[in-house]
């Protein structure tokens, strides 16, 4: 297990790491760490070991998503096919109607000025 680093020697670390792995400097004990949050600017977990304290801050986070929820994934995709399957019976319904139109032609009467 590494030893924390005095305060002109820190270096950076992942949170993980530094908050399982690090040790007292004097008696090479696990430390055991405190979140420290009522400054959510300015985020801290702090430990005291053998009379001494010590601190870890946390300059940056980098947030990622993941995986998307299974739950809300289904509801999105069930309503886009639905929306897809709608689009797909209305553009079937306008084309049957003009099929439809173009059959009863006959005498011409019902040809659109652009059909013709």
């Given amino acids: 297990m590494p030893e924390v680093q005095e305060q002109g020697n820190s270096i950076p670390s992942s949170l993980h790491y530094a908050l399982t792995d690090s040790q007292c400097n004097k008696c090479g004990a696990q430390l055991e760490w405190k979140a420290d949050f009522d400054d959510i600017n300015s985020p801290k977990y702090t430990a005291e ?21 299974t739950e809300q994934g ?10 897809s399957k709608t689009i797909t019976l209305a553009e079937k319904l306008k084309n049957e109607v003009l099929l439809q139109k173009k059959a009863k032609l006959g005498d011409g009467s019902y040809i659109a000025a652009e059909d013709r």
């Fill in 74 to 83: 289904v509801k999105e995709n069930t309503q886009h096919d639905q929306q």
């Fill in 49 to 69: 070991h053998c009379n001494q304290d010590y601190l870890i801050t946390i300059d940056s986070v980098k947030v990622e998503m993941v995986k998307q929820s």
